[in-house]
């Protein structure tokens, strides 16, 4: 079965310092895998997805995320954070079956400082 | 474009009320999902539509949850009756297709429901 881990309950990054938040995956076939960031009492916002390519993808707010086969992980990053960035991160994997659901982990709560 | 709606944003009903939720996906999506998001977890999927048929409803708790989405857009989801461990947000989602696993799902606002 399909399934994400993020190992961290909370991350803490000083502004302006580069973030990384961890994502590990254990998927049955090819991982099609996402990003999507939540701020209070909002929905979930689309950052970025792997699904085939460059190792290393490209999204919104400045976040990019490296894709790991062999770690079997899809850590989300940025260069320098912001404290607009402080946010709860969730990484999720396509479920294998045609119906496409998105299996989530645990979320990953960033608080960046000023 | 306009995103995925949903209403209300925040509900608060006693245990054994009953309460519904409605959602207006992305115009010309034809896939819609509804996922449960329980405080301190990811979310997790209820139903999933495309058009108006259900593709997969297997963590649907079907004794006291209900969804239908009748004419291929907008879509309702009821719980009849409510339990406390039903506090939870609702989320609704979106996307152009189904049995495309590189579709991207685009998620409304969610309702916040607490049962008291």
């Known amino acids: 079965a399909q399934s994400v881990a993020q190992p961290e309950d909370q991350v803490n990054v000083a502004e302006g310092n580069p973030l990384t938040v961890k994502c590990t995956y254990s998927?049955?076939?090819?991982?099609?895998l996402f990003w999507y960031v939540q701020y209070p009492n909002r929905g979930l916002q689309f950052l970025l997805k792997y699904i085939t390519g460059d190792n290393l993808v490209k999204g919104s707010y400045g976040f990019e995320a490296e894709f790991n086969k062999s770690q079997t992980s899809f850590h989300l990053k940025k260069p320098s954070a912001l404290v607009s960035d402080s946010a709860l991160y969730f990484c999720a994997v396509r479920d294998a079956s045609n119906t496409g659901k998105l299996i989530f982990g645990q979320g990953t709560t960033l608080q960046v400082k000023p | 474009e306009a995103g995925v709606a949903q209403s209300p944003r925040y509900k608060i009903i006693e245990k054994r009320q009953s309460v519904a939720f409605w959602c207006n996906p992305i115009?010309?999506?034809?896939?819609l999902y509804w996922y449960q998001q329980i405080l301190g977890q990811g979310p997790k999927l209820l139903i999933q539509f495309q058009n108006n048929g259900v593709v997969d409803d297997s963590q649907l708790p079907k004794d006291r949850f209900s969804a239908e989405r009748l004419k291929g857009v907008d879509s309702t989801l009821k719980i009849q009756p409510a339990k406390l461990e039903d506090s939870a947000v609702y989320l609704c989602a979106s996307s152009h297709n189904v049995g495309t696993r590189t579709d991207t799902q685009y998620f409304g606002p969610g309702t916040r429901l607490t049962v008291l």
């Open positions: 998927v049955s076939g090819n991982p099609y």
């Open positions: 115009s010309g999506h034809a896939t």
